[in-house]
């Protein structure tokens, strides 16, 4: 005889629609008994099992002992009931899992198969409002169930599945089921309805309010930059390189602790990797502290008739076919060939005032010496009228040489000063290695980004025309707009055109030295 559990299961499948031959298949019953219960029939009798007959007897000795197996069957065997032991351990496992838990496997498929459909149901928002405030019944108030309805059907995955969690919980489907449905851990579902009952629906369907990330916080950011850009023995680490728990203890040693994998996201989201930060990232000038607190030092009391130029070459580049991302049609692949005639080439020498943004270029044949002293008589002209200039460049050979340092004393010799009045120049060198620094290079990457690649320049001229004019708007544009050099309107320029510790300006990508 099938036992109550099973019919009402048959009955609740058939209503749902679920053919017959399925049922039977579900349930291990032949059809022919799935037919009568559904027919309302009765069933052929057989004898009744031990487990239906002892258990009522078990349940109420159970709920006796307090939910203790030992203590069940010595009550059992005091009063004298002969329950085999099998039987005794069946009914007590399935009290300890659900009183009213089916005795058979088949039973158990076709509920985990019933509590699947509702779930599926409930996504696609063939249960009605009303229908589904019924079914959770007293514990959640209706207007809860109300915005988690609306969550599971107009809610992003994230949102829907807490909802979907919660509302499955007070129904009372099977845990596992709701997991292996939704892909979520067991302890995500009790977490989710702990969070309704302390902090009420608002914290389900929403984390506005939630505390925002360290590792969206700029002043976070910044720190781990400025730690990046000091040699490691800067402070007191001996190594060469740096490591995520290396910085993860600066950090907290300065009054900022952040977990590893907040620093391996800030480092990811700059388009960093460990990989270039070996050769990039760090400076290993030992005077590399002192170096940038003057130079910072000197930004910070500028005066209005002081200048600080930043100073660097770009170049040699060919005057070719360049490769860079453009748009293309769907099926077409842009190529560049791997050899090509040069028209000729290029050596960019330029100086970008920080306090105006504005840059002063002209054309090399080589690098050496002679150009910086050339460029050293330009900016002298153009700015006669200053008081002092400071020059901040890397440390290649031909921005220390004795020649330009004999240059820039006899400039600032009284007697000449006297004859042929000019400002004052002072030399601001930049650690070794410290490219990064380099505020120009910033510049030069988004001049390289805008008319450099995906070019064709049929002549040396023709692309000496294209960079006079890129500087030509660009220094229009700041004379007219004094501020900052965003990122959107001069090809994108990697971090805003002022000096930081933490910027990295140069782009390999974009820059060629």
Same mark, same amino acid.
Request: with cysteine; aromatic share 8%.
């Given at each position: 005889?099938?036992?109550?559990?099973?019919?009402?299961?048959?009955?609740?499948?058939?209503?749902?629609?679920?053919?017959?031959?399925?049922?039977?298949?579900?349930?291990?019953?032949?059809?022919?008994?799935?037919?009568?219960?559904?027919?309302?029939?009765?069933?052929?009798?057989?004898?009744?099992?031990?487990?239906?007959?002892?258990?009522?007897?078990?349940?109420?000795?159970?709920?006796? /002992? !307090? @939910?203790?197996?030992? $203590? %069940?069957?010595?009550?059992?065997?005091?009063? *004298?009931?002969?329950?085999? &032991?099998?039987?005794?351990?069946?009914?007590?496992?399935?009290?300890?899992?659900?009183?009213?838990?089916?005795?058979?496997?088949?039973?158990?498929?076709?509920?985990?198969?019933?509590?699947?459909?509702?779930?599926?149901?409930?996504?696609?928002?063939?249960?009605?409002?009303?229908?589904?405030?019924?079914?959770?019944?007293?514990?959640?108030?209706?207007?809860?169930?109300?915005?988690?309805?609306?969550?599971?059907?107009?809610?992003?995955?994230?949102?829907?599945?807490?909802?979907?969690?919660?509302?499955?919980? /007070? !129904? @009372?489907?099977?845990? $596992? %089921?709701?997991?292996?449905?939704?892909?979520? *851990?067991?302890?995500?579902? &009790?977490?989710?309805?702990?969070?309704?009952?302390?902090?009420?629906?608002?914290?389900?369907?929403?984390?506005?309010?939630?505390?925002?990330?360290?590792?969206?916080?700029?002043?976070?950011?910044?720190?781990?930059?400025?730690?990046?850009?000091?040699?490691?023995?800067?402070?007191?680490?001996?190594?060469?390189?740096?490591?995520?728990?290396?910085?993860?203890?600066?950090?907290?040693?300065?009054?900022?602790?952040?977990?590893?994998?907040?620093?391996?996201?800030?480092?990811?989201?700059?388009?960093?990797?460990?990989? !270039?930060?070996?050769?990039?990232? %760090?400076?290993?000038?030992?005077?590399?502290?002192?170096?940038?607190?003057?130079?910072?030092?000197?930004?910070?009391?500028?005066?209005?008739?002081?200048?600080?130029?930043?100073?660097?070459?770009?170049?040699?580049?060919?005057?070719?076919?360049?490769?860079?991302?453009?748009?293309?049609?769907?099926?077409?692949?842009?190529?560049?060939?791997?050899?090509?005639?040069?028209?000729?080439?290029?050596?960019?020498?330029?100086?970008?005032?920080?306090?105006?943004?504005?840059?002063?270029?002209?054309?090399?044949?080589?690098?050496?010496?002679?150009?910086?002293?050339?460029?050293?008589?330009?900016?002298?002209?153009?700015?006669?009228?200053?008081?002092?200039?400071?020059?901040?460049?890397?440390?290649?050979?031909?921005?220390?040489?004795?020649?330009?340092?004999?240059?820039?004393?006899?400039?600032?010799?009284?007697?000449?000063?006297?004859?042929?009045?000019?400002?004052?120049?002072?030399?601001?060198?930049?650690?070794?290695?410290?490219?990064?620094?380099?505020?120009?290079?910033?510049?030069?990457?988004?001049?390289?980004?805008?008319?450099?690649?995906?070019?064709?320049?049929?002549?040396?001229?023709?692309?000496?025309?294209?960079?006079?004019?890129?500087?030509?708007?660009?220094?229009?544009?700041?004379?007219?707009?004094?501020?900052?050099?965003?990122?959107?309107?001069?090809?994108?320029?990697?971090?805003?055109?002022?000096?930081?510790?933490?910027?990295?300006?140069?782009?390999?990508?974009?820059?060629?030295?």
């Amino acid at each position: 005889m099938l036992s109550h559990e099973c019919q009402q299961t048959i009955l609740h499948l058939r209503a749902r629609g679920v053919p017959i031959r399925n049922i039977s298949q579900l349930l291990k019953h032949t059809r022919n008994a799935v037919k009568r219960v559904i027919r309302g029939k009765g069933q052929r009798w057989r004898r009744p099992s031990a487990y239906e007959e002892f258990f009522p007897i078990v349940r109420d000795a159970f709920a006796t /002992a !307090k @939910g203790s197996a030992v $203590r %069940t069957r010595e009550m059992l065997e005091s009063q *004298g009931h002969p329950i085999p &032991y099998s039987t005794l351990t069946r009914i007590v496992r399935d009290l300890h899992l659900r009183e009213d838990r089916p005795n058979c496997a088949g039973c158990r498929w076709a509920l985990k198969e019933t509590a699947i459909a509702w779930l599926r149901e409930l996504m696609r928002g063939n249960i009605g409002l009303d229908e589904l405030t019924r079914e959770i019944g007293p514990q959640i108030p209706p207007e809860d169930v109300a915005q988690l309805y609306e969550c599971v059907l107009r809610g992003s995955v994230w949102y829907r599945n807490r909802a979907i969690s919660i509302l499955s919980v /007070a !129904k @009372g489907l099977p845990r $596992r %089921t709701v997991t292996d449905y939704l892909l979520m *851990g067991r302890k995500s579902i &009790y977490r989710n309805f702990l969070r309704y009952k302390t902090r009420g629906v608002a914290a389900i369907v929403s984390d506005k309010g939630k505390r925002p990330l360290k590792q969206d916080n700029p002043a976070y950011a910044e720190k781990v930059f400025s730690i990046l850009h000091s040699p490691p023995s800067s402070f007191g680490v001996n190594r060469t390189s740096w490591r995520q728990e290396d910085i993860k203890r600066v950090l907290a040693d300065n009054g900022m602790p952040l977990s590893r994998h907040a620093i391996r996201n800030i480092i990811k989201k700059a388009g960093f990797s460990y990989r !270039k930060a070996r050769t990039v990232l %760090t400076s290993n000038d030992p005077e590399y502290r002192a170096k940038l607190e003057g130079i910072k030092t000197i930004l910070a009391n500028l005066g209005p008739k002081e200048k600080f130029f930043s100073i660097d070459e770009y170049g040699p580049f060919a005057v070719k076919l360049q490769g860079g991302r453009s748009l293309v049609p769907a099926g077409t692949v842009k190529t560049v060939p791997r050899w090509q005639k040069s028209k000729g080439s290029l050596i960019l020498t330029a100086a970008l005032e920080l306090s105006t943004n504005q840059v002063t270029h002209f054309y090399s044949k080589r690098k050496n010496t002679s150009e910086m002293i050339k460029l050293l008589d330009i900016l002298l002209a153009k700015h006669a009228d200053e008081d002092c200039i400071y020059l901040s460049w890397d440390a290649a050979s031909w921005h220390a040489s004795k020649e330009l340092y004999k240059m820039v004393e006899t400039i600032n010799n009284g007697e000449h000063r006297a004859h042929t009045p000019s400002p004052l120049v002072r030399l601001a060198p930049l650690p070794t290695c410290a490219q990064f620094l380099n505020v120009i290079e910033s510049v030069f990457s988004g001049m390289a980004k805008a008319i450099i690649h995906n070019s064709d320049y049929q002549s040396v001229d023709e692309c000496q025309a294209a960079i006079d004019r890129y500087f030509h708007e660009r220094n229009e544009h700041f004379k007219n707009h004094p501020k900052r050099a965003g990122n959107r309107i001069w090809g994108k320029e990697r971090v805003e055109a002022a000096f930081k510790e933490s910027n990295n300006c140069k782009d390999p990508m974009y820059c060629t030295d």
